[in-house]
């Protein structure tokens, strides 16, 4: 085998073609590899020219010899996944570009997706396996279910939909966002380098894919390290490994030790690292180090930062109690983005440069910013580079609160405003947003922000979220909502807007009990309650839209208050709320529909502004967003035409001209879909 490292342009340039065998598994990536990747090349956009990222081998065996129209055929042994989803996001780029800038687009295309003068498959670079193989060829040849429901279509969607958010940034910000769509593909084709691996002839292709995916247990990261480490160390191995690293081995477990050789790159400063690679960048960093003694120095400093560590993942050893209440709170969370920025944190603590009211407020702030994108709806992607560049940002600096608020709050940074917190608890659905423990966390927040006479231990009580108002509309509820509508058609329509608000949500360990039943009953359980939020509940006469709202609203200033980021008005600038809106149309696939109301809260924006969008702009799929009984919008221009096209992508409509409900997507699976594509 030979092997050499190289850039995608240099492996896709070429009469070539990649062939993806039959014994390897379909595309399989979803929404977390997604993600980090994204979050690498926009990494890599913002750095210097000169910096690359390291993606890992990509094996190939050639396919045949050569055949006589000139493509040079090689299988995929291994390196598939990354493959196709560059060529994915390099196919997203040119469906962006192909109006604004057609010649790019038809480059990127020539360059990186097709063999321009071949036809039939040998025009296509990229061969999947049979499973994935027409979903890649309509997406390449812009087909009209380019965007179908499988993991190809998914990717391809996710991306188009970060490439509208970065069209919407720009806009706010008053950049062009063509130059920055070409420095992504320069990023993509130039700058992520792998070691490309060439099985020679005879080299059996099965055999090497085996090997390469046994199931023996596999040296990690760390095993890798210490093997280095101690073959660097001739003359003092034995008392450095007894003295030193055991005492490290001792305090963490083989999964806590890899990630706290990750995040001590992260605290050098190096902010583009994955786990995958942590070896090969601290043996580059290690092979400066010319002298035994500063090796062992290096393992010293390790050991210091591991005795920190541990009491950042177990908080009940810190012995300052108001350090340890907010190390805990970290805990809670259960973000290992949190972990390298809290070291740091502590690394000032225990230099004495920070008091631990200091440090507590300091560790409080960086929560705040996870919390309040989770509530906004803002998180996700990129939070690990960005709390990565925080480190970097603050280099020698104490990191006081005031310090990470002014960082964090900096451009493309996103720490949400206190009005953009006040609107997100009124009007959106915090029900879905996050992982189940985290919107528990921030419910229990609220609950211990009323203060209480004696201590609940919330861990030993089981409790679940509980709405309120109940999930399913029943008569009662509905006669109650009819009572005052407000500002909405139908009580069916107030129900879908609040039901999944916080101001809808409770805590409580009576979720059986208190179920579907009438507001009257609920109070009654609810005066019981040793949680203060729920006897304010039970205080309120009746239970309606406007007590939501108000509750809503009283949550939000509570939420401001424990949880500080940047005050002002946080301006909701009109592209980026198009950006928004475009992103989740992207992302509806071929055969479902959706409704104006489900679509605003997913966007975060008000439904009138939705229609108003809809009708007064050329929006992507706009077609598939219907009324909440399934007919044809007022301002559709063409309601038959409309139909025809949505059921030619296999939507059933009723004799009376309504969409099958089985095909709709509410508020939560719009969410969903920004998540993984095997929830819908």
């Known amino acids: 085998m030979r092997a050499n490292e190289t850039v995608l342009r240099n492996v896709l340039q070429g009469e070539k073609q990649f ?6 598994r379909p595309y399989s990536w979803k929404r977390p590899q997604l993600e980090r990747l994204w979050s690498d090349v926009l990494e890599l956009v913002d750095l210097s020219d000169t910096d690359t990222h390291f993606m890992g081998s990509l094996v190939l065996a050639q396919s045949q010899p050569m055949a006589a129209s000139g493509i040079q055929s090689w299988l995929v042994v291994d390196g598939q996944q990354r493959l196709t989803t560059l ?3 390099l196919c997203a ?11 790019f687009a038809r480059k990127v295309n020539v360059l990186y997706l097709t063999n321009e003068f071949f036809d039939g498959l040998e025009g296509n670079k990229l061969l999947p396996t049979q499973a994935d193989r027409q979903a890649w060829i309509d997406l390449v040849n812009g087909s009209a ?3 179908g429901e499988n993991k190809i279509g998914y990717a391809y969607r996710y991306f188009r939909g970060q490439l509208e958010l970065l069209v919407g940034e720009a806009a706010e910000q008053g950049n062009d966002y063509i130059d920055y769509f070409k420095k992504i593909e320069r990023a993509v084709t130039t700058r992520l380098t792998f070691v490309e691996i060439t099985a020679q002839e005879g080299d059996n292709a099965y055999r090497i894919f085996e090997s390469l995916n046994n199931t023996g247990l596999k040296l990690t990261q760390a095993d890798l390290l210490r093997n280095y480490l101690f073959m660097r160390l001739p003359t003092r191995s034995e008392r450095v490994y007894r003295d030193r690293w055991f005492p490290i081995q001792n305090r963490l477990d083989e999964e806590s030790l890899v990630e706290l050789i990750w995040l001590e790159l992260l605290l050098k400063g190096n902010r583009s690292v994955h786990k995958h690679s942590i070896y090969e960048e601290q043996r580059r960093f290690l092979e400066s180090l010319k002298e035994e003694d500063e090796i062992e120095e290096w393992i010293k400093s390790l050991s210091t930062k591991a005795s920190i560590f541990r009491r950042v993942i177990k908080p009940e050893e810190e012995p300052n109690p108001i350090v340890r209440e907010a190390l805990d709170r970290h805990a809670r969370w259960g973000a290992k983005v949190l972990h390298p920025v809290a070291v740091r944190i502590l690394l000032s603590y225990d230099a004495g440069e920070m008091s631990p ?10 929560e ?3 919390v309040r994108q989770l509530i906004v709806g803002t998180g996700r992607a990129g939070s690990n580079v960005l709390l990565a560049d925080l480190i970097k940002s603050l280099g020698d600096e104490t990191p006081y609160a005031a310090r990470i608020i002014e960082i964090l709050t900096g451009q493309r940074r996103r720490f949400p405003t206190d009005d953009q917190v006040r609107e997100a608890m009124i009007n959106q659905p915090f029900y879905w947003r996050g992982k189940e423990w985290q919107k528990r966390f921030i419910l229990r927040s609220l609950d211990e922000s009323y203060g209480r006479a004696e201590v609940l231990d ?3 009580s089981k409790l679940s979220i509980e709405h309120i108002m109940p999930q399913q509309l029943t008569n009662e509820w509905r006669l109650a909502l009819e009572s005052d509508l407000d500002e909405f058609e139908s009580a069916e329509d107030a129900h879908e807007y609040l039901v999944h608000t916080i101001g809808n949500l409770t805590l409580s360990a009576y979720n059986g009990s208190l179920s579907n039943k009438s507001f009257e009953a609920k109070k009654k359980i609810l005066g019981q309650s040793g949680l203060p939020m729920n006897l304010a509940i039970a205080a309120s006469e009746t239970w309606g839209i406007k007590e939501i709202r108000k509750r809503s609203a009283e949550l939000a200033e509570r939420a401001i208050q424990i949880w500080p980021g940047p005050s002002g008005a946080g301006q909701a600038v009109e592209s980026k709320r198009v950006a928004a809106v475009k992103k989740l149309l992207i992302e509806i696939p071929p055969g479902r529909w959706t409704n104006i109301l489900s679509l605003a809260q997913a966007a975060g924006t008000h439904r009138r502004l939705i229609g108003k969008m809809l009708a007064d702009s050329s929006m992507p799929n706009a077609h598939r967003v219907l009324r909440s009984d399934g007919s044809i919008p007022p301002y559709s221009p063409n309601p038959d035409e409309q139909i025809q096209r949505l059921e030619s992508e296999g939507v059933r409509f009723s004799s009376a001209r309504r969409a099958s409900r089985l095909q709709h997507l509410t508020c939560a699976d719009l969410l969903r879909l920004s998540e993984d594509v095997d929830d819908i």
């Open 458 to 460: 919330y861990a030993k």
């Open 93 to 103: 780029i040119r469906d962006h570009l192909k109006e604004v800038d057609p010649n």
């Open 357 to 366: 009211q200091e440090t507590s407020d300091s560790l409080r702030v960086v």
């Open 145 to 147: 279910h380019l965007d």
């Open 368 to 370: 705040s910013y996870l």
């Open 87 to 89: 060529s994915v996001l």
């Open 19 to 24: 062939v993806v065998p039959l014994y390897q």
